[in-house]
């Protein structure tokens, strides 16, 4: 009896501890696929691209992965500080944004979650993970 309390309770402990690294390393992973959207979209603006949006989506789905379906969003903004001169500088920022429930493993994992918590556990998990990297793309004069 005490040994089927203490392996149940073992379980869930290291299903609790897979399922939400698995969610710190996707939020990672996705941090990083934001970051190199935006090192993109700067390449792509100093090697005169047109579409500077389209080349740091396209860098940061392909980073994130080619199969997930990440949302990518990237838009052109003035940046919050100044540039040379106090002039307003111009920034782009890269969105991601992926849908948890896509991910088969996590399901599982919020069925768990609910056996041992009960409906309530289902707030614990974020139902989107969402990541965004800001970067100055242009300053006149340089």
């Not at 090697?47 to 949302?71: I, K, L, M, P, Y």
């Amino acid at each position: 009896m005490e040994f089927a309390l203490v392996v149940t309770t073992l379980v869930l402990i290291v299903t609790a501890l897979i399922g939400y690294g698995a969610l710190f390393w996707a939020k990672q992973h996705l941090s990083a696929a934001a970051g190199e959207g935006a090192r993109a979209g700067l390449h792509a603006s100093y090697s005169g691209r047109d579409n500077v949006q389209a080349a740091s989506c396209e860098v940061a789905a392909n980073v994130f992965g080619t199969a997930s379906a990440v949302q990518c969003t990237a838009t052109p903004q003035p940046c919050q500080w100044l540039g040379a001169g106090g002039m307003v500088a111009e920034c782009i920022a890269v969105a991601l944004s992926y849908d948890v429930a896509q991910w088969p493993m996590l399901e599982s994992f919020k069925q768990l979650l609910r056996f041992a918590a009960g409906e309530h556990a289902e707030s614990w998990i974020p139902s989107r993970l969402v990541a965004r990297a800001i970067i100055q793309i242009k300053q006149d004069p340089l």
